[in-house]
């Protein structure tokens, strides 16, 4: 497949598995899939996993850039995610008062010699990169059928 402009994502069916995809941007190719418990190949991360990947990953590179540009002596940062559905009237920070939501459990583990400001204006700057601002903000997303 040729590579699409840059910030374009093409997702199209391998065709090697019932629910196997072909993701692709302007450099790079990976495969996307469903676990074998509920009838994918388990080619790649199903699509949440992408989703938690994209905001710990995003979480990392901005405490990386912050302590960088701060001097801040922070040799690793290791971000664990985890996605779930709970009933509204558990989430005690929610809108939502009624049905079912999803919640992110994201814990970081900061490494280096910091004092206790240092971690926490890093735990602060956590919440403000790039990803973690797109969750939380209300999302637009705009569906048209092409290539008819």
């Known amino acids: 497949m040729e590579h699409p402009e840059p910030g374009t994502v093409v997702v199209t069916a391998t065709g090697d598995g019932t629910y196997t995809q072909q993701v692709t941007t302007a450099t790079h190719e990976l495969l996307v899939d469903e676990p074998v418990a509920v009838g994918g190949a388990d080619a790649g991360p199903n ?63 900061l490494e280096g010699e910091l004092d206790d400001d240092q971690r926490a204006k890093l735990m602060l700057i956590a919440d403000k990169c790039p990803v973690h601002r797109t969750l939380s903000a209300e999302i637009a997303i705009e569906t048209r059928e092409t290539g008819r």
Do not use: F, Q, V
Request: hydrophobic fraction near 35%; proline fraction near 3%.
């Open 47 to 109: 699509p949440y996993e992408l989703l938690l990947a994209s905001l710990g990953s995003c979480t990392a590179i901005t405490l990386r850039l912050y302590a960088d540009r701060k001097g801040i002596p922070l040799t690793r940062a290791t971000i664990r995610l985890r996605h779930d559905r709970i009933h509204a009237e558990d989430c005690a920070k929610c809108e939502t008062e009624r049905g079912m939501l999803s919640r992110i459990t994201r814990e970081i583990e």
